[in-house]
């Protein structure tokens, strides 16, 4: 099936470029490609920002999709030829990628517009699925680069296209304060393999690492409460329905830790979703023992993120964090102290505290400050806070 679907875009399987190549090599044929717009749908914003981060790298624009009827919806209603290639998660709320795929594939065809599976179920069948749907592909879950690059390489077509090329500039103080960002020893965290999935992108890293610090026990409690709502009260009705749920939640947690070096989460993970898958057909218990296994290494990981908060260079975990429309005045207020070199501004960012989603500029100003450099906090302020960069 999978050489038809080759043959169908006029390529040879043996003349496919080989996927297992290092990145590096295809960055030549990638700039061939600059410019090609990516549909990704996928509903997990960590897997999100993962994917776009090494995409927008090498000049490809991504659009996202947070499920399949977005992705849809998002094809029928652009011309053909809108969108280059879709990456498409198979387990998504909403609708799932299958049925998505399926809904593209009634109006646009294979030559038009390919699409690939991008997950990590490994279940049997699963990639028959996928090609009976109307996928072309696989891309695994958690991201290989290299993997990801080659899969472009090979599916997206060189033709001609307004460039988005990588732009090259001058070191600034923000990329030099973003390369002296020091990752702490974590025990339970591989942080070089997470931080080469981002394409060493340790800003985005960091952040992605304490955003999975921030929701907390919730990694499993969420999966919990799905398991036990499984058997409706005063009725012996197995709801398969919400034991689906619990199956997504344990294959995304699975993906999320993949991508952020977090191994031992993601093999726990991976076994209790086995389980789950095994026991589909019917009312599969609690699997309490599994289920613990799977808690204990989140609470290990929690635990190891602790170090994100005790290094100099990190602002304290118990801070509350605020939208930025709830201290807007106090951050204007916070500019003029700064451009006034007002050492004010170290106690009214205290009191600000940390803002969601611009966790490192905050960070970034707070050094500046200590180091009584005021212009380049008040340039980090308007540039990135003002400006809404969460980047």
């Known amino acids: 099936?999978?050489?038809?679907?080759?043959?169908?875009?006029?390529?040879?399987?043996?003349?496919?470029?080989?996927?297992?190549?290092?990145?590096?090599?295809?960055?030549?044929?990638?700039?061939?490609?600059?410019?090609?717009?990516?549909?990704?749908?996928?509903?997990?914003?960590?897997?999100?920002?993962?994917?776009?981060?090494?995409m927008?790298?090498?000049?490809?624009?991504?659009?996202?999709?947070?499920?399949?009827?977005?992705?849809?919806?998002?094809?029928t209603k652009n011309e053909t030829g809108y969108y280059d290639i879709v990456l498409m998660?198979?387990?998504?709320?909403?609708?799932?990628?299958?049925?998505?795929?399926?809904?593209?594939?009634?109006?646009?065809?294979?030559?038009?517009?390919?699409?690939?599976a991008m997950t990590a179920d490994v279940m049997m069948g699963t990639k028959e699925k996928c090609f009976k749907a109307g996928m072309q592909d696989f891309v695994m879950k958690p991201i290989e680069p290299d993997e990801l690059f080659g899969a472009l390489v090979t599916w997206v077509s060189v033709k001609a296209r307004e460039p988005k090329p990588m732009a090259a500039k001058?070191?600034?103080?923000?990329?030099?304060?973003?390369?002296?960002?020091?990752?702490?020893?974590?025990?339970y965290i591989n942080s070089t393999d997470g931080l080469r999935r981002v394409g060493g992108n340790k800003t985005l890293y960091i952040n992605l690492l304490r955003k999975f610090r921030t929701k907390g026990t919730g990694?499993?409690?969420?999966?919990?409460?799905?398991?036990?709502?499984?058997?409706?009260?005063?009725?012996?009705?197995?709801?398969?329905?919400?034991?689906q749920v619990a199956i997504r939640l344990v294959h995304t947690l699975k993906g999320v830790a993949g991508n952020l070096g977090m191994q031992n989460i993601q093999v726990a993970a991976a076994e209790v979703e086995s389980?789950?898958?095994?026991?589909?057909?019917?009312?599969?218990?609690?699997?309490?023992?599994?289920?613990?296994?799977?808690?204990?290494?989140i609470d290990?990981?929690?635990?190891?993120?602790?170090?994100l908060c005790s290094g100099a260079q990190s602002p304290p975990c118990n801070e509350q964090t605020v939208q930025l429309s709830?201290?807007?005045?106090?951050?204007?207020?916070?500019?003029?102290?700064?451009?006034?070199?007002?050492?004010?501004?170290?106690?009214?960012?205290?009191?600000?505290?940390?803002?969601?989603g611009y966790e490192d500029p905050i960070n970034q100003i707070r050094k500046n400050i200590e180091a009584y450099d005021f212009e380049e906090a008040a340039k980090i302020l308007t540039n990135r806070i003002l400006a809404g960069r969460t980047d």
């Open 1 to 54: 099936m999978f050489d038809t679907i080759i043959s169908a875009f006029g390529k040879e399987t043996s003349r496919k470029i080989k996927r297992k190549e290092k990145g590096a090599k295809f960055l030549s044929e990638l700039e061939k490609r600059q410019g090609a717009r990516i549909l990704l749908a996928e509903d997990n914003e960590t897997n999100q920002q993962v994917a776009t981060e090494l």
């Open 56 to 75: 927008e790298s090498v000049g490809l624009i991504v659009e996202i999709a947070n499920d399949g009827k977005e992705a849809v919806d998002l094809v």
């Open 89 to 116: 998660d198979i387990q998504m709320p909403v609708m799932d990628g299958l049925d998505a795929t399926e809904n593209i594939r009634r109006t646009v065809r294979i030559e038009d517009l390919p699409i690939l």
């Open 170 to 187: 001058k070191p600034s103080n923000q990329d030099q304060a973003a390369s002296d960002i020091e990752i702490p020893d974590f025990e």
């Open 219 to 243: 990694h499993y409690e969420e999966i919990q409460k799905e398991l036990e709502s499984l058997i409706l009260p005063g009725e012996n009705k197995y709801l398969k329905d919400k034991f």
């Open 275 to 297: 389980l789950f898958h095994a026991a589909e057909s019917e009312y599969p218990g609690f699997y309490a023992q599994d289920l613990d296994r799977l808690n204990q290494q």
């Open 300 to 307: 290990l990981v929690l635990a190891d993120l602790d170090k």
């Open 326 to 356: 709830e201290v807007i005045q106090k951050i204007n207020k916070l500019k003029q102290l700064l451009e006034s070199d007002d050492a004010q501004a170290k106690d009214l960012l205290a009191e600000i505290g940390v803002i969601e």
